[in-house]
Nanobody
Framework: QVQLVESGGGLVQPGGSLRLSCTASAYTYGIGWFRQAPGKEREGVSCISSGAGRTYYADSVKGRYTISRDNAKNTVYLQMNSLKPEDSGVYYC???????????????????WGKGTLVTVSS
């Protein structure tokens, strides 16, 4: 069992930035971030697959979000810039076994989940 602990959420004005962190209790092959807004399904935002550590992004965040990983610390980061109100929601870190390509954006491929951190973008 892998434990995931997220941090870094908060309230930010539109156009602002936040950086989320997720520390895992062990190394995982695929890892990523998902978000869920009230009344909506949980969606994949960004992830790192197990194949060559390639990164993937939802179309809605491309060019604004950057995911990175520090394997020595078992930590993954999500730098979020130019935030919009529609980016608000609970952001979850999730991890799983070997996966390739954008499979890591599919929540059903993830085995472990953090408790989430709330991001609110509002003026």
């Amino acid at each position: 069992q892998v434990q995931l602990v997220e941090s870094g959420g908060g309230l930010v004005q539109p156009g602002g930035s936040l950086r989320l962190s997720c520390t895992a209790s062990a190394y995982t092959y695929g890892i990523g971030w998902f978000r869920q807004a009230p009344g909506k399904e949980r969606e994949g935002v960004s992830c790192i697959s197990s194949g060559a550590g390639r990164t993937y992004y939802a179309d809605s965040v491309k060019g604004r979000y950057t995911i990175s990983r520090d394997n020595a610390k078992n930590t993954v980061y999500l730098q979020m810039n130019s935030l919009k109100p529609e980016d608000s929601g609970v952001y979850y870190c999730a991890a799983g076994g070997r996966m390739y390509g954008s499979e890591c954006l599919n929540r059903y491929n993830m085995d472990y989940w953090g408790k989430g951190t709330l991001v609110t973008v509002s003026s």
